[in-house]
């Protein structure tokens, strides 16, 4: 089994900045892609950004250029460094991480981008 906690979100003023962290645990011998997801208040989830296990990275159109996801594989950890923040980004963010053919969601962190 594999558990993923996420930490980092919070309240910040728009044009500020958060870095989202999100660690697995459990019995894990090498993660393919992470990703983070988030989902707004009556909004679907969405595809925020993704990492492959050779580094490979991608964006969702409005995060682009605010956005860096990197990751640590000694530490099994995925990390959202967003800056410039829009009252849109708020949402609940989650982590997603691929292990051994299964996908394993983390709990979510609230992010509120407001004056």
């Known amino acids: 089994q594999v558990q993923l906690v996420e930490s980092g979100g919070g309240l910040v003023q728009p044009g500020g900045s958060l870095r989202l962290s999100c660690a697995a645990s459990g019995n894990i011998f090498s993660i393919n892609t992470m990703a983070w997801h988030r989902q707004a208040p009556g909004k679907q989830r969405e595809l925020v950004a993704s990492?492959?296990?050779?580094?490979?990275?991608n964006y969702v159109d409005s995060v682009k250029g605010r956005s860096t996801i990197s990751r640590d594989n000694a530490k099994n950890t995925v990390y959202l460094q967003m800056n410039s923040l829009k009252p849109e980004d708020t949402a609940v963010y989650y982590c997603r991480m691929a292990v051994a053919g299964r996908y394993y969601w983390g709990q979510g962190t609230q992010v509120t981008v407001s004056s």
């Open positions: 990492i492959t296990s050779g580094g490979s990275t």
